[in-house]
């Protein structure tokens, strides 16, 4: 950054393009995309917990777009790697699995971002460092703190004709 001091805003931006670039490049030897590996890693880990989600689910989850999850899992389903089954509690909402062969190349994405996320750690001290912990906290917070478009006028400006 050539010495300029740079505002969070701009270092979260940056870092999480850094990140999405990254993942990108590292899952595409196994034909996926930084979005795609979101949704098959969140599905896997949802499993794990013994949860079939919902689309809507996973899309809380992920953060992406209740669509855009639509779009991806529909794809994903062409390409054998998830399985849409109508909710029998709810017959609109579609639930999301894993095949056999999603979770197999899931678990080999996962292997090749976990190795990327330690290079990414490193700096502060690894995974299970008591700063990466934090950093994780810290990061937790941020997303968890509401970030509701503020009303660029005040209530002053508002009230003059």
Same mark, same amino acid.
């Not at 934090?134 to 009303?151: E, I, K, S, V, Y």
């Given at each position: 950054?050539?010495?300029?001091?740079?505002?969070?805003?701009?270092?979260?931006?940056?870092?999480?393009?850094?990140?999405?670039?990254?993942?990108?490049? &590292?899952?595409?030897?196994?034909?996926?995309?930084?979005?795609? !590996? &979101?949704?098959?890693?969140?599905? !896997?880990?949802?499993?794990?917990?013994?949860?079939?989600?919902?689309?809507?689910?996973?899309?809380?989850?992920?953060?992406?777009?209740?669509? !855009?999850?639509?779009?991806?899992?529909?794809?994903?389903?062409?390409?054998?790697?998830?399985?849409?089954?109508?909710?029998?509690?709810?017959?609109?909402?579609?639930?999301?699995?894993?095949?056999?062969?999603?979770?197999?190349?899931?678990?080999?994405?996962?292997?090749?971002?976990?190795?990327?996320?330690?290079?990414?750690?490193?700096?502060?001290?690894?995974?299970? &460092?008591?700063?990466?912990?934090?950093?994780?906290?810290?990061?937790?917070?941020?997303?968890?703190?509401?970030?509701?478009?503020?009303?660029?006028?005040?209530?002053?400006?508002?009230?003059?004709?």
């Amino acid at each position: 950054m050539d010495g300029e001091i740079a505002t969070p805003g701009f270092l979260v931006w940056r870092l999480s393009t850094k990140w999405r670039v990254a993942v990108d490049r &590292a899952v595409a030897p196994l034909g996926m995309t930084h979005a795609q !590996y &979101a949704l098959l890693a969140s599905l !896997y880990g949802m499993s794990r917990a013994g949860l079939r989600p919902s689309q809507r689910r996973l899309a809380d989850h992920t953060g992406l777009e209740p669509l !855009y999850v639509s779009k991806l899992a529909r794809a994903l389903e062409s390409s054998g790697l998830v399985a849409r089954t109508r909710d029998p509690d709810d017959p609109r909402a579609m639930q999301l699995s894993l095949t056999e062969q999603g979770h197999e190349l899931t678990g080999r994405a996962i292997t090749t971002v976990q190795n990327l996320l330690d290079q990414l750690l490193r700096p502060l001290g690894g995974q299970d &460092a008591p700063r990466a912990r934090q950093f994780a906290r810290d990061l937790a917070t941020l997303l968890d703190a509401p970030l509701d478009p503020l009303d660029p006028l005040t209530e002053n400006e508002k009230a003059q004709p």
